[in-house]
């Protein structure tokens, strides 16, 4: 028995949105408004980009951003849950699947001393230039229409799968824990078997509601949760089944 857990990063994990919570290091904590205004649609990546060489010509540096970042609260019960799946390695492989960076979820996770808990991380990659400035780039193409075009969470979790079939692994279920809209794509290719866990009250959950009142609901088991202490009560029912 092998379960596999996924989980988004921001809303999930953590109960702030890690790009947004970089602003306290912005001079008076707050962006210029034509910078806060040029967001469009599907082109986070690309936004988050402009803040970032805004914070560096700001003069905001590594040591500023690392301190914020690793005071950013985890969701409640999270850390109950991270230590339990740490200590429960046999059942389950735990991945993240994250519109974030990389820089900020190994600063969070290591600070937390979460990050060996974790198989594998997949987000948008991240860097600091010689300068000074952390810089951020798309995670990877696709096609589909669903999706911001710097990550589609389903080709990930399928090509995660995959590869860990050709490697031998089956899972008994994939678990899939998120809130934003961005995780209805990979939950809509979950089958009976698995769960979706989303989180209460946030758009996730409204979508998979809206899906079923349109009589075209997800396949998987849906589950909601408030506390990560709900996933943990059941993720310890599914060891001893």
């Not at 962006?31 to 905001?60: A, I």
Request: with cysteine; net charge neutral; hydrophobic share 35%.
């Amino acid at each position: 028995m092998k379960f596999l857990l996924v989980f988004d990063f921001d809303y999930t994990v953590i109960d702030e949105n890690s790009d947004t919570w970089i602003v306290k290091c912005a001079p008076e904590e707050k962006l210029p408004n034509k910078l806060r205004n040029s967001y469009q649609k599907g082109h986070w990546t690309e936004y988050m980009s402009r803040v970032f060489r805004y914070l560096g010509d700001s003069g905001v540096r590594e040591d500023e951003m690392k301190r914020t970042m690793t005071t950013i609260p985890f969701t409640t019960g999270m850390r109950d849950l991270l230590d339990f799946i740490g200590k429960n390695k046999d059942f389950f492989d735990c991945i993240i699947i994250s519109d974030s960076n990389t820089v900020f979820i190994d600063w969070i996770l290591k600070a937390a001393n979460f990050h060996e808990v974790l198989d594998e991380v997949f987000t948008n990659p991240a860097t600091f230039s010689g300068a000074g400035y952390l810089t951020v780039q798309n995670f990877h193409t696709h096609h589909c229409a669903k999706c911001p075009k710097n990550l589609c969470k389903r080709k990930v979790l399928e090509e995660f799968v995959d590869k860990k079939l050709r490697q031998g692994v089956k899972y008994t279920k994939i678990i899939y824990v998120g809130d934003g809209g961005n995780d209805l794509c990979p939950v809509t290719s979950l089958k009976k078997d698995d769960i979706a866990m989303p989180r209460q009250g946030y758009t996730l959950q409204k979508m998979i509601s809206q899906m079923s009142e349109d009589l075209d609901p997800v396949q998987s088991s849906v589950l909601v949760w408030s506390s990560g202490i709900e996933i943990l009560s059941h993720l310890k029912l599914l060891i001893k089944e």
